[in-house]
């Protein structure tokens, strides 16, 4: 496995979020934050609803609404769980690593990945291996030849990304029960997030094959399309999800208002589900269509199983940063590389998908010219 100059054993890495302010307004194609734009009203009209009631004068319960926690684990197809809410995943992510690492542990991390989730690592964990996963030769995912190659004595958590932000790479099931062997011979967690499953053309939950030793961390931000409402959770074995309340400040509970939203989600999901996946499966139609036959750039990924996939530009000889300054002022707003990846992040652009496809016809019809404008000749 190629590592060139990444120091994988490097105890203090820590990788720094890029500071990119999204553009103002919304006369933009909304392609640089994964988020889903195809919804219907069902989930704001419940929303509107609890707002005229005017249910936000009280306290939420701050164990959270248990219809909205059974609706959840309905959702995983799990029972005999608990599940915490939070203010969205990344406090799920947040409390899980204050709650479950201790400074003599190692955290396994691949790279690509969600730089975030390695920030909170860092703050809890001795140290954070950041495993290089940029390579066809392992599927663009961590493997489980590669955690056995990187884990040691001190490893306590391996963090699972699925699908994976940015690649979309996702794990099969046999790959998931080789993780749990992993898991269960050392006496590891298994993180599994899984904020992306419902764009998956196929997922399987790790919980199924390692349970007590799983942490789920679930998300309404995408699927959902509730980015800005803040609503997740943590789905593990009482034991768990008891010493991650330990960790909560949050004890007045999650807005209620995102529950409602997420309770009329889960309720109304089979009724948009499947074409709202089909929109995403022709929309990456379409820009595989578009890529193909440009020279020196290709898709690392595809199909994608997430709502977002890369872009390679490394072989047109352009800076992912120029294209998506490029693209800001044709109203297209994507994200660099390095955005997700500090050794590969100047490889590639990342976009996302779940728009309307007459705006994935636009981004299409703009991105040829854009790099034949950028090429490097």
Known sequence: MREKDFDIKNPKKKFQKT???PPEGYDMIWMGQNTNHLHDDTIADAMIDAIKEKTFCRYPAPEGFSELKQL??????LEDLEVLLTSGATESLYLVMQALLEPEDNVILSDPGYFIIGD????????VRYVPIYYPENNYKLTPKLLRENMDE???MVILIDPLNPLGSSYTEDELKEFAQIAKENDLYLLHDITYKDFA??????ENFAPGQTITIYSFSKIFGMAGLRVGGVVSSKPIVDAIKNAVIN???VNIISQYGAIAGLKSKPQWYDQMRETCFENQRLINEMIEPIEGVFLPVYPSDANMMVIDLSGAGIDPKVMS????EKKLFTREGEYTSEEFGD???RISFSIPTEEIKVFCEEFPKAVEALRTK
Not at 201 to 206: C, D, K, Y
């Open 251 to 253: 004890d007045l509970g």
């Open 201 to 206: 053309r196929e997922h399987f939950l790790v």
């Open 347 to 349: 490889r590639y652009l």
């Open 19 to 21: 500071e990119r302010v």
């Open 120 to 127: 909170f690592a860092n703050r809890f964990a001795g140290e």
């Open 72 to 77: 959840i684990l309905d959702d995983l197809g």
């Open 154 to 156: 001190n490893t306590r």
């Open 325 to 328: 300054n490029y693209l800001i």
